[in-house]
């Protein structure tokens, strides 16, 4: 009774997990539609965004890199970090 109860658990846990990754998947493929229509790009593809990118000038391309960064940006690298700022600011305090 004890292995169902935990196979039970942990398929549960298995499809919870697959829609969290299917949720943030879609919030992704939303940004970057959203990226194509923002800029007018006809071609749904790498390419038309390449070619978007080379007729951009300097302000235009450092604010569409902005927005991937802030989008795909890594939320646990940031803490670990943060964590690492905060040590060095307490032995160099000490």
Do not use: T
């Amino acid at each position: 009774m004890k292995n169902s109860a935990l196979k039970g658990a942990l398929g549960a846990l298995a499809v919870v997990g697959v829609a969290f990754i299917a949720k943030k998947a879609i919030q992704r493929k939303r940004f970057v539609k959203g990226i194509f229509e923002e800029y007018g790009i006809k071609e749904r593809s790498p390419f038309g965004l390449a070619d978007k990118i080379r007729e951009m000038n300097e302000e235009q391309y450092q604010e569409l890199k902005g927005k991937f960064k802030k989008e795909f940006a890594s939320r646990c690298h940031n803490r670990f970090e943060k964590k690492k700022i905060l040590q060095k600011r307490n032995i160099e305090s000490n």
